[in-house]
Structure formats: C-alpha cells, structure tokens
C-alpha cells in the first residue's frame, strides 16, 4: 500500500497569563493552517500548573476557524468522561469539519488525585478505558447501541450524527506494554511519545502481534510518535533553549538523546527517517522553547522541514 508521511504538531509552553489569551490562540491556528503542517494536537490535563488549552473545546474552535488542518487530542484521559457524551462530541466535531477529527485516547498520567477530582477511581482506569473504547465504537458504527459492562449500561442509545470518516479511526496513545495490547485489540493505531526508535520498532512489532492474536491487524500506515523539538543552526544553542521546558524523569538522559532533535532542520529530518525505519509515518512534533518563540519555529518547522518530507 502507499503510505502518506505527516507531520502535526502540539503547541509547546502555553504562554501566561494575557500574552496566552485568544490572540495567541489564533495566531498559533493560523500559522499551522497556512503552513504544510498537517494537523494540530492538544494535550490534556484536568490540572496542571501551567496553561493547558482543553482540548474538546479547542478542536471544536479550530473545527470552525479552519477549512484544511487536521486535529485530535494527544491524547484523551477516556477514563474521565461518558464513553457516549465522549462519542457524541468526537462525531459532532468530525461531523462539523467535513471529516478532520484524529481521535485518540490513552488512560492519564500518573497522578492519583487528577482522578480523584474526576470522581474515577486510579486503579480503574485501564478497565474503563478499554470498556469505553468498546461503547464508542459502537455509538459511531451502529444506529442503536444495547450494551451491559461493567461500568456503563445501554438501553438502546443512538448517537447522531455519524461521523463522517468511516470507519472512525481509533488511535491509542501510551508506551507500555499494556498500551500496545490496547492498540492492537482495539485500536487502529498507535502513537507513543518518549520513546527511541529501536524501542519504537519493538512496540510496532508487539503490538501488530496481539492485532494477529485478536483476529485482527493495524494498519501500517498508523503508526506514529511524538517528539519534542527546537530548532536552531547551532545545535548547542538549539538545546539551551529547550532544556528549561524538557519534562525531568520521563526517561534517562541516553533516551532523551534519542527521542528529541535540538538542532538544524536537517537534524529533524534525520530523526524523522530513524523513526520511519522503526514503522512510524505520522508525527506530532512538540516546540520545546520560550512561548515568545514557538510561532517561529512552527512556521521554520513548516517551512524548511514538513514539505520536503510529506513528498518524500
């Protein structure tokens, strides 16, 4: 089959305070959508100390404000929410932009009391996950939905409007073990983050492995990564740059090396074709540098990177 290679990208460090306000928003939308970047990506946390744009009400902004960016949550906390309220609004904004929803899902980070607040218990959230992934697909495939779990109950509930990509591709975000099976059971597709590519080669294979084991198989053109980047033609000040903004202890300092690119453009690219050799094709690509920088260096990204690349 013919893989078509994407690049999307998640806003960096959210400005503060005014500076971060509705401008900056549209500006940063803006910017991406008269670029060749392909898709815009939001993160999402029900607390954090620093501005984190929800990403439902986001993407249903950018739905309206924009005629040809892709757009999807990296990822959903599915946990948090009705899988059918989750269902409905995912359908309702795919439904509004002609068919540029990416929706992808995950189980949350590590943070107890973000549950807690949420009113959904830690150690459910795996179970919840995959019982939610269950409801929403069928909201989106069938015109009358029964279902009886062990967290949500259906009595003969219709979801409308249908999305208008058919069949609604499903992505699974997260680099266990456990993410990969999620992916390759229910999923059709797969995009961790933090991950090196010979690490992302293995969960391509492992997760291809439990689709086979499930009577099924993921698509090979969806599998993608997220890696945080900063351009500049000097790389070591390309990496002072970002080093402020890098969440500590997510890996060591040998993965990090791996799993970001600090540098020119031809430094990005390069570790765009080490993930390609690993599986991947699509990509979100996070700025790590002062909010003051990002739109420049979304539209360097756009400019000296995403083309070459989406022709290759």
């Given amino acids: 089959m013919e893989i078509k290679y994407r690049i999307g990208v998640m806003p960096g460090p959210w400005p503060a305070g005014a500076d971060g306000g509705p401008d900056f928003f549209w500006r940063f939308v803006e910017t991406c959508e008269k670029s060749a970047i392909d898709s815009l990506w939001f993160s999402e946390r029900l607390s954090s100390p620093i501005p984190v744009p929800e990403p439902i009400t986001a993407m249903a902004a950018i739905a309206a404000r924009t005629s040809r960016l892709k757009f999807g949550p990296s990822v959903l906390i599915t946990p948090f929410r009705s ?9 309702m904004i795919d439904y509004l932009s002609s068919g540029r929803m990416l929706p992808a899902f995950g189980i949350g980070v590590e943070q107890e009391r973000e549950f807690l607040a949420a009113g959904v ?3 459910e959230r795996g179970r919840r996950t995959d019982e939610a992934i269950l409801v929403m697909r069928r909201c989106w495939d069938e015109d009358e939905v029964t279902f009886d779990g062990e967290f949500w109950k ?3 509930i219709t979801v409308l409007p249908k999305p208008i990509q058919r069949p609604f591709p499903l992505w699974i975000g997260g680099n266990s073990e456990a993410a990969m099976k999620r992916a390759g059971r229910l999923g059709d597709g797969w995009i961790p983050s933090f991950i090196a590519p ?3 080669k293995e969960g391509v294979d492992k997760t ?3 689709a086979a084991a499930a009577g099924r198989q993921v698509p ?4 993608g990564v997220l890696f945080y980047f900063c351009l500049d033609d000097d790389p070591a000040r390309a990496q002072s740059m970002a080093a402020p903004f890098i969440p500590r202890n997510r890996v060591d300092d040998a993965t990090l090396a791996q799993c970001t690119a600090f540098g020119p453009p031809a430094l990005v690219r390069a ?3 080490q993930y390609v050799a690993a599986g991947a094709s699509k990509f979100i690509l996070r700025p790590m540098c002062p909010s003051d920088r990002m739109l420049d260096q979304l539209a360097r990204l756009g400019s000296d990177v995403v083309p070459d690349f989406h022709a290759r």
Avoid: I, S
Avoid at 83 to 91: D, F, G, I, Q, T
Avoid at 220 to 223: G, L, P, Y
């Fill in 154 to 156: 259906l009595d003969r």
């Fill in 208 to 210: 291809q492995a439990f």
């Fill in 271 to 273: 570790r765009l074709e």
């Fill in 220 to 223: 090979v053109d969806h599998f």
């Fill in 83 to 91: 899988p059918v309220m989750a269902a409905r609004e995912l359908a």
């Fill in 198 to 200: 010979p690490k992302l």
């Fill in 121 to 123: 218990p830690f150690k």
